[in-house]
């Protein structure tokens, strides 16, 4: 059993170094003094734009687990203050992978703002902008 955990880790991390995947893991104390996994998460794509997505999706899950009532691990408090902010899409619609990544191609875009929006997307948080 342990031999075919080892086999399949070492299989996952070939994959994602030869598919350019980005992951990133949140942990958390609980009130019994436990340290658990709050989150794993991993984006496959464009690296520099990938980071910027992990960083959206573990500061929204450090976030929801500090309302819970959980203590973070110290190394990843900055997640509580990191700006998350990006532009609103386009009036009348939701962001989605391809207005995105055409807003991305089109330079309207960083690669951090695309990245946040990449998380924002998976994370199922895009809602229509109703433009006044």
Same mark, same amino acid.
């Given at each position: 059993?342990?031999?075919?955990?080892?086999?399949?880790?070492?299989? &996952?991390?070939?994959?994602? @170094? *030869? %598919?350019?995947? /980005?992951?990133?893991?949140?942990?958390?104390?609980?009130? =019994?003094?436990?340290?658990?996994?709050?989150?794993?998460?991993?984006?496959?794509?464009?690296?520099?734009?990938?980071?910027?997505?992990?960083?959206?999706?573990?500061?929204?899950?450090?976030?929801?687990?500090?309302?819970?009532?959980?203590?973070?691990? &110290?190394?990843?408090?900055? @997640? *509580? %203050?990191?700006? /998350?902010?990006?532009?609103?899409?386009?009036?009348?619609? =939701?962001?989605?992978?391809?207005?995105?990544?055409?807003?991305?191609?089109?330079?309207?875009?960083?690669?951090?703002?695309?990245?946040?929006?990449?998380?924002?997307?998976?994370?199922?948080?895009?809602?229509?902008?109703?433009?006044?």
């Amino acid at each position: 059993m342990a031999s075919t955990f080892k086999h399949f880790a070492y299989t &996952a991390a070939i994959v994602c @170094l *030869l %598919t350019g995947c /980005t992951t990133g893991q949140l942990y958390y104390t609980n009130a =019994a003094g436990e340290r658990k996994l709050a989150c794993n998460v991993e984006f496959v794509g464009l690296p520099k734009v990938d980071i910027h997505a992990v960083d959206y999706a573990l500061s929204f899950c450090a976030k929801t687990a500090v309302k819970q009532g959980h203590i973070l691990d &110290a190394e990843q408090q900055y @997640l *509580l %203050t990191l700006d /998350t902010q990006f532009p609103a899409p386009p009036c009348g619609v =939701a962001w989605d992978h391809e207005i995105a990544k055409s807003a991305y191609d089109n330079r309207f875009l960083t690669a951090r703002e695309y990245g946040y929006i990449v998380a924002h997307v998976d994370l199922g948080l895009a809602a229509v902008n109703h433009c006044q």
